[in-house]
């Protein structure tokens, strides 16, 4: 998707802990505290365009409010944030589609919980037609699920308390999949309409991996919506 956007910049990527060239998660701390640092750390100081997929979509949320200096537009592709749609249908739903992947973590079948996550979270591949070497890979980070699943489920950096949201003043595209979970718009829409520059932008034929499997689509939706400077 960046070579899609032909960026006037060599795009920065940032790696969550325990992914790609990023350390490994220090199971001492805060699965979010530590991929925050990482991402502070290797971004410039100035303000610049965020754009996030999946958990990184949230987290770059989090480096938007709490950082307002270094972010000058923001974009979240497919924002699991559940803790959204807390007290509603929705949450109860994704709760229930989501407890088999639970239980069969807590009973050690790792590489069985990691199938009902890839399926229910992938571009629609499935599970036995995915590759083994990339099946395996999935297996041995699946732990890093469970340890982003407070950020994601119950808000402890307060990013829903009043007047966060509210209080963006840089330009918020929040892209998503037709064919994704149908949790997915009710999330951009609960976070989209207390942003005051939201624009929500679905991708048709498209799932969780939207990114991946429409970067064209993707690019061309989201390109007008970068800002360069902060107010600019």
């Not at 979010?32 to 997929?53: F, K, T, Y």
């Not at 407070?150 to 307060?158: N, S, T």
């Not at 979970?181 to 309409?193: E, F, L, N, T, W």
């Amino acid at each position: 998707m960046l070579d899609a956007l032909g960026l006037p910049v060599e795009p920065i990527s940032i790696e969550l802990p325990g992914h790609g060239d990023a350390e490994d998660w220090d199971r001492s701390r805060d699965y979010s505290d530590q991929a925050l640092e990482i991402a502070l750390d290797r971004l410039p100081r100035e303000p610049v365009p965020l754009i996030g997929h999946s958990y990184g979509a949230v987290l770059a949320l989090r480096i938007a409010i709490e950082r307002p200096g270094r972010v000058s537009s923001l974009v979240m592709i497919e924002p699991p944030f559940f803790a959204a749609l807390r007290g509603s249908y929705s949450f109860d739903k994704i709760q229930r589609d989501m407890s088999p992947f639970a239980q069969k973590m807590a009973d050690g079948q790792a590489a069985s919980a990691t199938k009902h996550f890839v399926e229910l979270w992938g571009d629609g591949t499935r599970w036995n037609d995915i590759e083994e070497r990339a099946r395996r890979g999935f297996i041995n980070q699946i732990d890093l699920i469970l340890a982003s699943n407070v950020f994601l489920w119950d808000d402890p950096a307060g990013l829903l308390s009043p007047e966060r949201l509210e209080g963006l003043e840089i330009p918020v595209t929040l892209v998503e999949g037709i064919g994704s979970h149908s949790v997915m718009p009710k999330i951009v829409d609960a976070i989209g309409r207390r942003i005051p520059d939201a624009e929500g932008i679905t991708v048709p034929d498209a799932m969780h991996m939207v990114a991946v499997t429409h970067p064209a689509s993707v690019a061309e939706a989201i390109r007008d919506r970068l800002v360069w400077e902060a107010g600019g």
